[in-house]
């Protein structure tokens, strides 16, 4: 298989001194394409041929060419991971406190399994994350915060050929993110 990307990553930061404090921006984005330009099978020998019943070479060869790399596998590299991502985050530190929150969008995909009429898209979604902390002693920090604050999940399966067989609902081969919703936390840091 020969695969091509093409893409652009860009990163920007700005910070600057706001109140009493220390107010940091930053701004990423990454913009990606993946085509699957060639898939390479190997010659298929005479005698492979007769063994199974076979005669014509490049027919043949599509078969395997199909079996081994399908639709769907093509897919997993040209459409189930998004083109798109952008992320934004805020940082402002007013002496031992910290507040830190920021955004990630990912862009749509698609699933193409190998029948057609199963193809699902699925929107672009955004989650947000959250933390303030505090240094409560020299060495000693607490935060609270979370990571998907909003409780977002993907999109699941609107086509019932697409849900697996213990039902679950959001698919397996187009991830983004993940499929546990909100994660929320307290923590205790000491440094020795």
């Given at each position: 298989?020969?695969?091509?990307?093409?893409?652009?990553?860009?990163?920007?930061?700005?910070?600057?001194?706001?109140?009493?404090?220390?107010?940091?921006?930053?701004?990423?984005?990454?913009?990606?394409?993946?085509?699957?330009?060639?898939?390479?099978?190997?010659?298929?020998?005479?005698?492979?041929?007769?063994?199974?019943?076979?005669?014509?070479?490049?027919?043949?060869?599509?078969?395997?060419?199909?079996?081994?790399?399908?639709?769907?596998?093509?897919?997993?590299?040209?459409?189930?991971?998004?083109?798109?991502?952008?992320?934004?985050?805020?940082?402002?530190?007013?002496?031992?406190?910290?507040?830190?929150?920021?955004?990630?969008?990912?862009?749509?995909?698609?699933?193409?399994?190998?029948?057609?009429?199963?193809?699902?898209?699925?929107?672009?979604?955004?989650?947000?994350?959250?933390?303030?902390?505090?240094?409560?002693?020299?060495?000693?920090?607490l935060a609270v915060g979370a990571n998907n604050l909003l409780n977002t999940f993907p999109e699941e399966h609107e086509k019932q050929a697409n849900i697996g067989s213990r039902g679950f609902v959001y698919s397996r081969r187009v991830p983004r993110f993940g499929v546990n919703g909100g994660f929320y936390y307290g923590?205790?840091?000491?440094?020795?």
């Amino acid at each position: 298989m020969n695969p091509s990307t093409r893409g652009v990553d860009l990163v920007a930061t700005w910070g600057a001194g706001i109140g009493a404090g220390a107010l940091t921006l930053s701004a990423a984005a990454n913009l990606t394409g993946t085509s699957v330009d060639e898939i390479n099978i190997p010659e298929i020998t005479a005698a492979f041929r007769e063994a199974n019943g076979r005669a014509s070479g490049d027919a043949e060869r599509e078969v395997i060419r199909n079996t081994l790399f399908n639709r769907e596998e093509r897919n997993r590299f040209e459409d189930a991971l998004p083109r798109t991502k952008i992320g934004l985050s805020a940082r402002y530190d007013l002496g031992s406190l910290s507040l830190l929150t920021g955004a990630t969008w990912y862009g749509p995909v698609e699933y193409k399994p190998a029948n057609t009429d199963h193809d699902e898209t699925f929107d672009g979604r955004t989650i947000i994350d959250l933390d303030v902390g505090r240094d409560l002693l020299p060495g000693v920090r607490l935060a609270v915060g979370a990571n998907n604050l909003l409780n977002t999940f993907p999109e699941e399966h609107e086509k019932q050929a697409n849900i697996g067989s213990r039902g679950f609902v959001y698919s397996r081969r187009v991830p983004r993110f993940g499929v546990n919703g909100g994660f929320y936390y307290g923590r205790l840091s000491l440094d020795l």
